[in-house]
C-alpha cells in the first residue's frame, strides 16, 4: 500500500497532521508511506515507522515548489493520496484514490477537519515520536531539573506575547504560592528567534535554560517533552508540546483559537478580552507590519489557567505541592 501524504509547510499545521499519520499507520499495517512536508518540520515525521521516504518542501515564488514536487512523485503507482494542501497535485498523479482537504466550517478545529476529510471519527489527535538518542541528549541537558518551558516566541509579532508579561507570569508561578514552585524555566524558540526571546532571558537569569535557536527540530522535541508543563504564544512549538502529551497552556489574540488552539485533553487555549475577529477584521491589520495585539491577555487571566490546568492534571507530570 503506497501512500502519499502532503502536508504542511509549517510546523504548526505540520504537527496537527501527525494524528491523522499516525491513524493510516495503525489501520494500513502494509502502508508505505512517502511525506512531502516543510524543510523544517520534515523530519519530524522520520521517527514513524511506516515513513520510508521525507520530500522536504521550500516554497518558492509562483508556486514553483508544486512542479518539483510533482517531478519527485510522477514515477510512482499511488494507492492513495492524501493532499492537506488543496492542490492540483493529487488529480495530477496516477493513484486508485485521493483525499483533498476540505474547506474547514465554521469553528471547526483543524485536526476535525483533516477527520472529516477521511471520515474518521473521534478525530485522531497529534502525536510525535522521540528517538532514544534525542531523549538520552534531553536528559543528559536537563539532568535532574523539574522544568517549566515556555514558547515565548512565533513567526509573526502581532502573536507574541510581551515578554515582560513572560517574565512576570515566569516569576509567580515558580515562586512560593505558585504551582511549580522552585521550577526551572526552559525558554524556547526558532533559529532566527533569539533577538525576540533576548529580554525573557535576560531578566530571568540563571533561572532560566535558553533552549532558542535550536535549528535540530528532532532534539528541540525531545527537550520539550522533558517538560513538566508548557505555557506558549501559538506557534508550532505550543502545537509540538501538545503533540508530545505535555500539559499545555496556548497564548491567543490575532490567530483564532477555536481552529488552532492546543489539541489534547490537557490542553488550554486563552485568549485576552478582545475577540479574534475584533483584532483582525479592520483595514489596518497586517500580520507582516501590525504592532502587536497580546497587550491584551492578563497576567493574572493566564496564571489562573496555569494554576488550573495544574490542579487536573495527573501528578506523575507535577511537582509537589
Not at 88 to 99: H, I, M, N, P
Not at 105 to 117: C, D, G, I, K, S
Not at 154 to 162: E, L, Q, R
Not at 262 to 280: E, F, H, Q, T
Amino acid at each position: 500500500m503506497r501512500v502519499l501524504f502532503v502536508t504542511s509547510t509549517r510546523i504548526g499545521d505540520a504537527v496537527l497532521s501527525t494524528g491523522l499519520l499516525n491513524y493510516i499507520e495503525k489501520t494500513m499495517p502494509n502502508a508505505q508511506i512517502t511525506v512531502a512536508a516543510g524543510y523544517l518540520p520534515a523530519p519530524l515525521f522520520s521517527k514513524f515507522p511506516s515513513v520510508e521516504r521525507i520530500i522536504p518542501l521550500r516554497k518558492y515564488r509562483f508556486g514553483l515548489h508544486w512542479p518539483k514536487l510533482w517531478f519527485s512523485t510522477i514515477g510512482m503507482a499511488w494507492d492513495i493520496v492524501i493532499d492537506l494542501r488543496g492542490s492540483a497535485l493529487g488529480w495530477l498523479l496516477l493513484s486508485k484514490k485521493r483525499k483533498i482537504i476540505c474547506k474547514p466550517m465554521p469553528n471547526e478545529h483543524r485536526v476535525q477537519t483533516l477527520a472529516r476529510m477521511m471520515n474518521i471519527s473521534p478525530p485522531p489527535s497529534p502525536v510525535l515520536l522521540t528517538g532514544h538518542y534525542e531523549k538520552k541528549i534531553a536528559k543528559m541537558r536537563i539532568g535532574e531539573k523539574k522544568i517549566i518551558g515556555l514558547g515565548v516566541t512565533a513567526n509573526w509579532v502581532p502573536k507574541i506575547w510581551p515578554a515582560e508579561k513572560f517574565v512576570l507570569l515566569a516569576k509567580q508561578i515558580t515562586g512560593v504560592e505558585g504551582p511549580f514552585h522552585g521550577a526551572q524555566l526552559a525558554i524556547f524558540g526558532g533559529p532566527g528567534e533569539e533577538d525576540i526571546a533576548r529580554p525573557v532571558l535576560t531578566a530571568l537569569g540563571k533561572k532560566a535554560i535558553n533552549f532558542v535557536g535550536n535549528s535540530d527540530i528532532c532534539a528541540t522535541a525531545a527537550l520539550i517533552e522533558e517538560c513538566l508543563f508548557f505555557i506558549g504564544n501559538d506557534s508550532g512549538l505550543m502545537h509540538m508540546a501538545a503533540a508530545l502529551n505535555v500539559p499545555t497552556i496556548g497564548l491567543f489574540g490575532p490567530s483564532p483559537p477555536e481552529q488552532y488552539a492546543p489539541w489534547g485533553k490537557n490542553c488550554r487555549a486563552i485568549s485576552g478580552d478582545v475577540s479574534y475577529s475584533d483584532l483582525v477584521n479592520n483595514s489596518q491589520f497586517d500580520h507582516r507590519k501590525t504592532e502587536n495585539l497580546m497587550t491584551g491577555l492578563s497576567i493574572k487571566k493566564v496564571f489562573s489557567a496555569v494554576t488550573s490546568l495544574a490542579s487536573e492534571t495527573s501528578t506523575d507530570r507535577l511537582l509537589p505541592k
